[in-house]
């Protein structure tokens, strides 16, 4: 029998977030040396890496980052999922998404395929993906990245549960005079998951589908011809308040539109990105 104990599982368990089974056999397979098992996982886990890619992988974390930009501040929000929340709180899989994070940031861009392609320490970050699932032996994504470029860019990050890394991440864009604001505009953002930033950014085909329901709801209802149109851009004003940022009820107070919150300050929101794991 291998000679390792209950310690050394657990040990292992944690560096490589493999689950129990794999472990107990890796260490049998390498008569209890940890430094071979870690390898035999590893290993294995390449082999295995097809098999998963059919696998649902919607758990996971947020990250972001803030730096100078020549137009102010820059800031990257990326979204690494994987298959459970075990592996969402394991520091290898939390290093794997902080060396993500730093590509992203080099890369200059948000088109996934691009990060994946750049360097992650001389390697590219879609190898670098695979060999930590390989070892992990779960499907890991970089699922999506958001960048934005305004005068000042806040972050905030969002722990839906308290023992896991945030899952809701908000980057806002302002003018300096939307600074002081900010960050409760971004938990506003987390709170409210807003489509779109004003009501120029709707699709005109979202619009008009959206005042052609509301027409047809109203007939429906009964309500008189003439009457309709509206009817329909009240119910189309509904449809803003509730998907457009800025005509949205502030979460801190209620009777104040985000509009009206942002024009006490003379401030101004130019752009927004908000992810939540898997949503």
């Given amino acids: ?150 005068p000042r860019v806040t972050v905030y990050l969002h722990k839906v549960n308290k023992d896991l890394p945030p899952q809701v991440g908000v980057l806002v864009g302002t003018d300096e005079a939307g600074a002081p604001v900010a960050k409760d505009v971004a938990m506003h953002i987390a709170a409210y998951s807003p489509l779109y930033l004003t009501r120029d950014d709707v699709p005109a085909d979202t619009v008009a589908a959206e005042r052609r329901i509301a027409e047809e709801t109203s007939r429906n209802e009964g309500k008189p011809e003439a009457a309709l149109p509206k009817i329909a851009e009240a119910r189309l004003g509904g449809f803003f308040k509730e998907n457009v940022l800025v005509d949205q009820a502030f979460a801190k107070d209620q009777k104040k539109s985000v509009a009206q919150v942002l024009a006490e300050v003379g401030g101004t929101v130019t752009a927004f990105a908000r992810f939540r794991v898997g949503a």
């Fill in 1 to 150: 029998m291998a000679n390792y104990t209950a310690a050394d599982i657990k040990a292992l368990r944690e560096s490589t977030g493999a689950g129990m089974l794999d472990v107990k056999k890796a260490l049998d397979e390498a008569d209890g040396d940890a430094e071979k098992a870690t390898e035999i996982i590893r290993v294995k886990g390449l082999k295995g890496i097809t098999k998963r890619e059919g696998r649902s992988a919607s758990d996971g974390l947020v990250a972001a980052h803030v730096a100078d930009d020549p137009q102010g501040q820059s800031g990257v929000l990326i979204e690494l999922n994987c298959e459970t929340d075990f592996v969402t709180k394991n520091a290898r899989f939390i290093a794997l998404a902080e060396a993500v994070l730093t590509a992203a940031v080099a890369s200059g861009t948000d088109d996934v395929a691009v990060v994946l392609a750049s360097d992650a320490g001389g390697r590219t970050v879609a190898a670098t993906i695979d060999e930590t699932a390989a070892v992990i032996g779960e499907k890991l994504v970089l699922r999506r990245v958001a960048r934005v470029v305004a």
